[in-house]
């Protein structure tokens, strides 16, 4: 079965503190791996899209990073605006049809 | 700014009552998919629509059913509402050849 874990569930950072988000997958071939930020009461966000082993992506203070087993998003001095829930999903084939399987998120808040 | 707008915003409806989301999507765009998201989890997949047809469907009972019109808007019916309905329920549309998924800011149903 097709599981996305997240870890940890949520994060307290000092504004400038750079951390990394952990996403472990479990799918039967990998057609993609998406990170979404979301806002409370708000849609999920597009951040970046990974295809491959050893792809990197990044987008102002985010870097994406995959493995064959799981993908982090570093966060680089980050700033109060960046709190938020991260959420990471992989696409995966059932019924006919590709769906996005989520995780729970991580809960970042960035105090100033 | 996605292009996927969904209405209402908010929502309350009693127990047993029927129920009917709307999304539309930036034209062009011939797949949708909607997921419920409860509270502090990610978001699950409903179902998809590429072409007006059903060709996608997660693990949800008969009474979640939806429609895809030939102007690229969507709606997702609910019937029998139970208390376990409330979530907020994500529009997304997917562009012809594409793997990103854009969300909609949600519609946030509450069953009392």
């Known amino acids: 079965e097709d599981q996305v874990t997240q870890s940890p569930e949520a994060l307290r950072l000092q504004e400038g503190e750079s951390s990394s988000l952990n996403c472990s997958y479990t799918v039967s071939g990998l057609r993609g791996l998406f990170w979404y930020r979301q806002d409370p009461g708000k849609g999920p966000e597009f951040l970046f899209t990974?295809?491959?082993a050893g792809e990197e992506k990044e987008k102002e203070r985010l870097k994406a990073t995959l493995t064959k087993k799981e993908s982090f998003l570093h966060i680089t001095a980050p700033k109060p605006e960046d709190s938020a829930t991260y959420l990471c999903?992989?696409?995966?084939?059932?019924?006919?049809?590709?769906?996005?399987?989520f995780g729970k998120g991580t809960k970042l808040t960035v105090n100033p | 700014e996605t292009g996927v707008t969904q209405s209402p915003t908010h929502l309350i409806k009693t127990r047993g009552q029927q129920v009917t989301l709307r999304c539309s999507s930036q034209s062009g765009h011939n797949t949708v998919s909607w997921y419920q998201q409860a509270l502090g989890q990610g978001p699950q997949f409903i179902f998809q629509y590429y072409r007006e047809e059903e060709n996608g469907r997660g693990n949800f009972p008969p009474r979640f059913s939806g429609l895809q019109f030939p102007n690229y808007s969507s709606e997702l019916n609910v019937n029998a509402l139970e208390l376990d309905d409330s979530a907020l329920y994500l529009c997304?549309?997917?562009?012809?050849?594409?793997?990103?998924?854009?969300f909609g800011q949600g519609t946030r149903l509450t069953v009392v």
């Open positions: 990974l295809y491959s």
């Open positions: 999903a992989v696409q995966a084939w059932e019924g006919g049809s590709e769906k996005l399987v």
């Open positions: 997304a549309s997917t562009v012809p050849g594409g793997t990103e998924a854009f």
